[in-house]
Structure formats: structure tokens, C-alpha cells
């Protein structure tokens, strides 16, 4: 049994995440924009330095809103290559949406650029829409409170979780893909043809995977493929189980954990183990809360759980657990003075595959659910590819082939997801919140999201009213798939 003690990251590149014990200065709006930083930073994972990037914002990785906060920010890339942010969950102007060239030009190395739109409240993160840079780590939380947030007495805690290889990113994608010559998307344009041209895609059977691959059964006796890539280490607000973050907690005392998925292609589950979590939202967005020990997102998504500790002294980890494997990270929430017992970071134990019946996301209903309304237009998304050739499609082809899913301003819009596919894929629609409205052909209500994932051979049905006329991205948030072209653009008219 060992006791850990907090430390920082090395020296002074690794600042630490936004932590809910911000000054209210640091907080407050100001009429001069936030500063953020596009920069570089140092991890010690696992006692190895790891060179990454991030996000340094006033007072940490991220930023933190308060109620009614404006979004105004000056982003600086301070990298020495091209990139682009990306505001997941908000819903922003197009031109400040930040996807390459859709319709503005990644930022040089050195430009600063100006943000400034209304600030969606919730949990959110932020990310670069260049995959090899999003896979080293440059994303952070995004969090925009509400006036009750402020007024709750509890305690908040952001739980970002990352997949990580010393390798670089370009190395990964090459092992995923199999040497199959896909294109992977560079720092040019994603709106031309920075992203897989390599023409139709095969749809439903699955082959043997690269190296890392791990298979479990489907509904009909298939083999599914849950991770196609063994990372090297698993991380909790930058940090593993060997050294993890320490939240200093009061007895009794009640905490909301927002929990970020931000990881480039591993689905985790959350486990509270022996302290019930109430789920409260899902993608920045209320529920009606539903309780259990163990709740599962998919890359892009986010959930915030309430959990109210014991009365007593003592440590709670809160887990993040691999599906499909015995890989775990998390941290710890201790009053002061309690013992820190070490903990392992493989599980005795695989965690099962995430949502495979969709159960979990079929008890989810929206609290603030969408207007009742007919729908104006409906569009069938296939979801297709393979393992060899490493190919993922939406509608049988990959960005650049693809044929846009259309609507007009205003419009109740229908998205019928199909995955004819042995893999799951995390769905995510920039500029519009939706709610799910059917799984496996049967109507709900369910949750308003931006990020629906959707598990091999299955279906899920999606509501939105049509946004602003532009262009906006539709893309599975597995950054293998997507590098390898699995986005296709929901084109929206006056």
C-alpha cells in the first residue's frame, strides 16, 4: 500500500487541467478576449518524458465560463505547424466552427486569431480538426457553466481521458492501416483533398485486424472488432494509474464529475465503484438522472455524474475502463489525510464491450427535449468498411467521393444511422445539437447529444432543426476512421 503524493508535471510546460477551485477573477468576464495557446508540453507518463501538445488557457489546459460568459477568445499557435480549433459542443458561426478550409484556412504557424459567439453551456472540450494533432493531445476541456452550477453546493471535477503511444501519430496510423496505402489527412485541406481519396469502400464483412486487435461476438455470432490499436498508456487528466491525480474531497460532500472522452479510438467505461453516481447529462446536456456504478462513453462524447461521498474519511477512485480490455486509468477522490492505496493499472478482469443492445442509451431521456414537430426530410447514413483494406465509409465512400446530406434552414431533419460495420462508430455533427429518437427501429425520447455512438449492426435515429446555411462536418470521431476518410458534410441552404 502506497500513499501518493500530488506533483506537478515537469517543469513548466505541463500545465495543469482548469480545476473548479478557480479564482472568480480568473473567471470573470473581462472586456479584452481570453488567451489560448496552441503550444507544446512535457508528460511524465509512467516516469518517461512524452513530448505533446495542449491548450494553455488562463489558468491551466482549458477554459472555464461562467453563466452567460460570451465565448471570446485570441487562440495563438505557438506550434511549428499549421492548425485549426475546433469548439465540440458549441455551436458557433460556420466561419468560427474551425475545420480546414470550411470555410477558413488552418492558422500559421505564429497567427492569432479571434473567436467570439454566444457560449453553449455544458460540458465541452475543444480540439484541433487535424487527427495526427488531436492524436498528441491537443485538446482540452471547454467548460461553460450554468447560474445553477454556481448556486449548487458541491464540488466539480473534469475527468479528460486520452489514449497515448510514444510513437508518433503517423507511425500509429500505419501499423492501424496495414501499410494499405490509405491517405491520411494532412495539415492542408480537409475541404479539398486532405483526406483518403481511394473511391468506394466495402460495407459489412469485417477482416482479421492489424496488430492489437481484439474480437468479441456480435448479436448474430460475427466477430466484432472493439480496438484496433494497443496504446502504451491510458490517461486520466495527463497521468496514469502510477501517479494519479489526487482530488482533495470533504466528507459527506457532493461532487460533479465531468468526464471527457477525448481519447483518438477507445471507448471507456466510468466506474464510481463503491459510491453510486447519479448520470445528470450526457454531451453538456441534462437527463433525467439515472443511478448506477457504471456508465459508458465513446470518443467525443462527455457524461457528468453527481456522486455524494460518504460520510467518513477515506479514497474513492473513479475508474476509466477499456472496453473489451483489462486497461484502466482514473483518479482518485480522498479526504484529507486518507490512505492512497496503489492501484493496478490492468483489471483482473476484461470490461465488457460498450452498448452493444444500445441499453444505455435507450433509458436516456432528455430533460429539455426537442419541440414536437413532424419531420420536414429524413436521410439514411450507411455505415460501412473493413479492417483490410482499412477502409470506412459513410454511404459507401470516403471524404472527397461523397455525396452531401442535405437540408434547408429550419428544417426538422430525420438521420437514420445504419452501421453495417463489426465496428462501432462515435457519430458527431457539427453546429447542431440533436436528440436521439430511435434505436433498432423502435421510437424514444432520448438524450440530446452532438456525438451518438452506434454499435456494430446496429441502427440509431436522430432529430434536428436544420442551423445556419453552411457546409458543416459529419464525421465518426474515430480518428483512424476519420483520417482514413469517414466524414461526409450535412449542407445546409437559406
Not at 100 to 127: N, S
Not at 135 to 157: F, H, K, N
Not at 199 to 218: E, I, L, W, Y
Request: proline residues 7%; glycine residues 10%.
Amino acid at each position: 500500500m502506497t500513499t501518493f503524493s500530488r506533483r506537478g508535471f515537469l517543469a513548466a510546460t505541463g500545465a495543469a487541467f482548469v480545476a473548479p477551485q478557480l479564482p472568480r477573477a480568473a473567471m470573470a468576464q473581462t472586456p479584452s478576449p481570453l488567451a489560448l495557446v496552441a503550444t507544446s508540453r512535457t508528460l511524465d507518463i509512467d516516469g518517461r518524458a512524452a513530448t505533446v501538445l495542449g491548450l494553455a488557457g488562463p489558468a491551466g489546459q482549458g477554459l472555464v465560463l461562467d453563466p452567460g460568459q460570451a465565448l471570446r477568445v485570441d487562440l495563438t499557435n505557438a506550434l511549428a505547424v499549421p492548425t485549426i480549433l475546433h469548439w465540440h459542443g458549441q455551436i458557433p458561426p460556420n466561419g468560427q466552427d474551425g475545420v480546414p478550409d470550411m470555410p477558413r484556412p488552418l492558422m500559421a504557424p505564429g497567427e492569432v486569431r479571434t473567436f467570439d459567439f454566444a457560449a453553449r453551456p455544458g460540458t465541452h472540450w475543444m480540439h484541433s480538426h487535424v487527427p495526427v494533432q488531436e492524436m498528441q493531445l491537443l485538446a482540452a476541456p471547454l467548460i461553460v457553466r450554468r447560474p445553477e452550477d454556481l448556486a449548487a453546493d458541491r464540488q466539480e471535477v473534469v475527468l479528460m481521458l486520452h489514449d497515448f503511444s510514444f510513437r508518433t501519430p503517423e507511425e500509429v496510423l500505419a501499423e492501424i492501416t496495414g501499410g494499405s496505402g490509405m491517405a491520411m489527412m494532412d495539415h492542408g485541406a480537409m475541404g479539398q483533398s486532405g483526406m483518403g481519396q481511394s473511391g468506394m469502400g466495402a460495407m459489412g464483412q469485417m477482416g482479421m485486424a492489424a496488430g492489437g486487435m481484439m474480437g468479441m461476438m456480435g448479436h448474430d455470432g460475427m466477430a466484432m472488432d472493439l480496438n484496433d490499436y494497443d496504446w502504451d498508456a491510458y490517461l486520466a487528466n495527463d497521468r496514469t494509474l502510477s501517479d494519479p491525480e489526487v482530488v482533495t474531497v470533504e466528507r459527506a460532500g457532493r461532487v460533479r464529475l465531468r468526464v471527457i472522452n477525448a481519447a483518438a479510438a477507445t471507448v471507456f467505461w466510468i466506474d464510481s465503484g463503491e459510491v453510486p453516481a447519479r448520470l445528470v447529462a450526457v454531451d453538456g446536456q441534462a437527463v433525467q438522472p439515472r443511478t448506477g456504478t457504471r456508465f459508458g462513453l465513446a470518443m467525443g462524447q462527455r457524461l457528468d455524474l453527481e456522486i455524494d461521498l460518504p460520510a467518513g474519511a477515506g479514497a474513492w477512485p473513479i475508474l476509466a475502463l477499456r472496453e473489451g480490455a483489462r486497461q484502466r486509468t482514473g483518479l482518485i477522490l480522498a479526504t484529507t489525510g486518507a490512505e492512497i492505496r496503489r492501484l493496478d493499472p490492468l483489471a483482473e478482469v476484461e470490461a465488457p464491450a460498450f452498448d452493444l443492445d444500445l441499453g444505455q442509451e435507450a433509458q436516456l431521456v432528455a430533460l429539455h427535449p426537442l419541440a414536437d414537430r413532424p419531420a420536414d426530410r429524413g436521410h439514411v447514413l450507411m455505415l460501412g468498411g473493413a479492417m483490410q483494406p482499412y477502409r470506412w465509409t459513410i454511404n459507401g465512400a470516403t471524404w472527397g467521393q461523397h455525396q452531401p446530406i442535405s437540408a434547408k434552414a429550419g428544417e426538422r431533419v430525420v438521420l437514420a444511422f445504419h452501421n453495417m460495420s463489426m465496428m462501432g462508430h462515435p457519430m458527431h455533427l457539427h453546429g447542431h445539437a440533436f436528440q436521439v429518437v430511435g434505436v433498432n427501429g423502435r421510437r424514444i425520447a432520448g438524450a440530446l447529444r452532438d456525438t451518438v455512438y452506434v454499435p456494430p449492426m446496429s441502427m440509431v435515429d436522430v432529430a434536428l432543426d436544420a442551423g445556419e446555411a453552411a457546409r458543416w462536418m459529419l464525421h465518426c470521431h474515430h480518428m483512424p476512421h476519420l483520417s482514413t476518410g469517414m466524414m461526409t458534410e450535412f449542407a445546409v441552404s437559406a
